[in-house]
């Protein structure tokens, strides 16, 4: 047996499964926490109609993944009823945080998203009580209890629910769930996924958004038309949104299997993080100083839950 140096490296020369897990992790988690850089390079473009290319061009890299290592057994999925009621709500639910995270990016609202993934873990942990019936420690009770407190806090000291951030929050809460239910691994899960979503890709590339009017579809075959009039460059960076996509939830995949859950709950918080110092000096978006005691609120509770997910006995 190699011996593990404090590094986490075997004395071998091998790298342990844990700092792979690290490696996989941290890499997910920052290029999630860095993509806002990347979307806001494609703000010329309808967030309806990047949404829909998102989609397509993520099944296109994924399927060619699976399919260069001759995977083919998750089109299986499609044949089976029972699978399909939770392939389809999960493709929804992922299409719809990814259109409401875009659409937050291009309305300035980067903040706001982070939020969202703040209080992501303890959405969970809340329908894991209601749906799965499990329970709930003290401590996490009491993380759930400052989480809430500071979106109330910030509730009232914007003048509204700070409802991107709880959208996203449960859209991605239920992902989740829905997740558990589904007896492929997770690319193989995000291909059939995104394939089961690629007529809505189509749809949104076929149709007029008009937001002022309430979401009022109009169908229009020319309406991505203006994409080619944006230049070269644009069309070449918005070529990798497909493979930007699937690279960080296969590195999510590959950490969640090697690290306990534990560590991973605490690497989580990079994304959101690196988003919230993003906003702020990056994007330059307003942040009131007594903001900061709603958002501590939810630090706490992040701090809290970290804590709660270290204690659990392994």
């Known amino acids: 047996m190699n011996n593990i140096s404090p590094s986490g490296v075997p004395s071998g020369g091998k790298i342990s499964s844990t700092t792979k897990g690290i490696i996989f992790a941290v ?36 399927g060619t993944i699976l399919s260069l290592s001759k995977n083919f057994t998750w089109l299986a999925v499609f044949k089976n009823p029972k699978q399909m009621r939770v392939i389809i709500p999960a493709s929804i639910v992922l299409c719809t945080n990814w259109g409401l995270y875009l659409w937050a990016i291009s309305q300035g609202r980067v903040i706001e998203a982070s939020l969202g993934y703040y209080i992501n873990p ?56 829905l997740k558990k239910r589904l007896k492929l691994s997770s ?16 749809f949104l590339l076929l149709v007029q958004v008009d937001t002022a009017a309430g979401l009022r579809f109009t169908v229009d075959l020319h309406s991505i038309s203006y994409i080619a009039g944006l230049g070269a460059g644009i069309l070449i960076i918005l070529a990798f949104s497909g493979a930007l996509t699937s690279f960080p939830l296969y590195c999510f995949g590959m950490g969640a299997k090697l690290l306990p859950l534990s560590m991973l709950g605490f690497l989580q918080f990079v994304a959101p993080t690196l988003q919230f110092l993003l906003g702020i000096f990056f994007f330059g978006e307003l942040f009131p100083a007594h903001f900061f005691t709603a958002f501590a609120l939810i630090w706490i509770a992040a701090i809290l839950h970290i804590i709660s997910l270290a204690k659990r006995p392994h």
Do not use: N
């Open 122 to 177: 303890l959405v969970s942990v809340m329908l894991g009580l209601i749906f799965l019936k499990e329970k709930l420690t003290r401590l996490q009770w009491v993380a759930f209890g400052f989480a809430c407190s500071g979106v109330l806090l910030l509730t009232v000291l914007s003048g509204a629910l700070p409802w991107i951030s709880v959208l996203l929050a449960l859209c991605f809460g239920f992902y989740g769930l």
């Open 27 to 62: 890499i997910s988690y920052f290029m999630w926490g860095v993509l806002p850089l990347y979307w806001s390079l494609l703000e010329a473009i309808d967030p309806f109609h990047l949404l829909g290319i998102r989609i397509l061009l993520s099944f296109l890299a994924l």
């Open 187 to 202: 690319l193989e899960s995000l291909t059939a996924e995104t394939l089961a979503a690629a007529p809505l890709g189509i």
